[in-house]
C-alpha cells in the first residue's frame, strides 16, 4: 500500500530559529515528491517538488526540501523561521498519476 | 485567469439527498482531481482525470461519480449523503499528471446531518 508519514502533528519554533517538518514516504517505483502550504480556510498552495537530480531542491518563500532516497524521506526545511511561516503543511507524493498526501504539519512559530 | 473554482463554498444536507459540486479550470489543464480533507487524515484521492473523457478511481471513491465532458469543468457527484461524507472538497488541476504541480480551489465545506 501507498502510504505517506508526517510523524509530527505539529512543529513548534521561535522566528529566526530554523526549522525542519519532517516526511517519510512508502510507495513502489520512483515517485514524484512535493510539499503544499496550507492557510487557515483556504487551498492548498505548492510550494517546492522533486522530479529527478540535485537531491536539495529549492522552492517558494525561503523554503527548501532534502530528498533522500535511501531512508524515503523529504523533509521540509527553512533557515530562519518568520512568524508569517505558520500555517499547515502537507507532504504529498505522485505515483503513476495518484497523489497519496501526509496527515499534515502544524507549524507554530513564535515571536 | 480565474484558477481553479469551486461552487458551492458551503452546502448543508440531509442524509439520503444528492448534490453536485462544481470544478471548473480555465488553465486547459488536462489533469484534474477530487480530495476529501478530514482532521487528522490530510487529503485523500477521490476520483481523478487525465483529460476529457477518461476518468478513475483513487484512494476512497465509494459514495462518488464523476464524468469529465470537457475539459474544465469535473463535476462531482454525491448520489446518496450519508455523514461519512461530511468534510471539505477540494478540486485540483494540472497541465498534467506526474510531475506537474497542482493548483486547488477555496474548497466547498460540506456537512451532512
Known amino acids: 500500500a501507498q502510504s505517506v508519514a508526517q510523524p509530527e502533528d505539529q512543529v513548534n519554533v521561535a522566528e529566526g530559529n530554523p526549522l525542519t517538518v519532517k516526511c517519510t514516504y512508502s510507495v513502489s517505483g520512483n515517485p514524484y515528491l512535493f510539499w503544499y502550504v496550507q492557510y487557515p480556510n483556504r487551498g492548498l498552495q505548492f510550494l517546492l517538488k522533486?522530479?529527478?537530480?540535485?537531491?536539495l531542491v529549492k522552492g517558494s518563500y525561503g523554503f527548501e526540501a532534502e530528498f533522500n532516497k535511501s531512508q524515503t524521506s523529504f523533509h521540509l526545511k527553512k533557515p530562519s523561521a518568520l512568524v508569517s511561516d505558520s500555517a499547515l503543511y502537507f507532504c504529498a507524493v505522485n505515483n503513476f498519476n495518484k497523489f497519496y498526501f501526509g496527515s499534515g504539519t502544524k507549524l507554530n512559530v513564535k515571536p | 485567469n480565474a484558477g481553479v473554482t469551486q461552487t458551492p463554498k458551503f452546502q448543508v444536507l440531509k442524509t439520503g439527498q444528492s448534490m453536485t459540486l462544481q470544478c471548473a479550470q480555465d488553465m486547459n489543464h488536462e489533469y484534474m482531481s477530487w480530495y476529501r480533507q478530514d482532521p487528522g487524515m490530510g487529503l485523500r484521492l477521490i476520483h481523478y482525470s487525465v483529460g476529457a473523457g477518461i476518468t478513475d478511481q483513487g484512494e476512497v471513491p465509494n459514495g462518488y461519480n464523476v464524468s469529465r465532458s470537457t475539459t474544465e469543468d469535473f463535476p462531482l457527484r454525491l448520489l446518496s449523503a450519508a455523514p461519512s461524507q461530511t468534510s471539505v472538497y477540494f478540486c485540483?488541476?494540472?497541465?498534467?499528471?506526474?510531475?506537474?504541480?497542482?493548483?486547488f480551489g477555496p474548497g466547498t465545506r460540506l456537512l451532512v446531518l
Open positions: 522533486y522530479i529527478t537530480g540535485d537531491n
Open positions: 485540483a488541476s494540472s497541465y498534467s499528471g506526474g510531475e506537474e504541480t497542482q493548483y
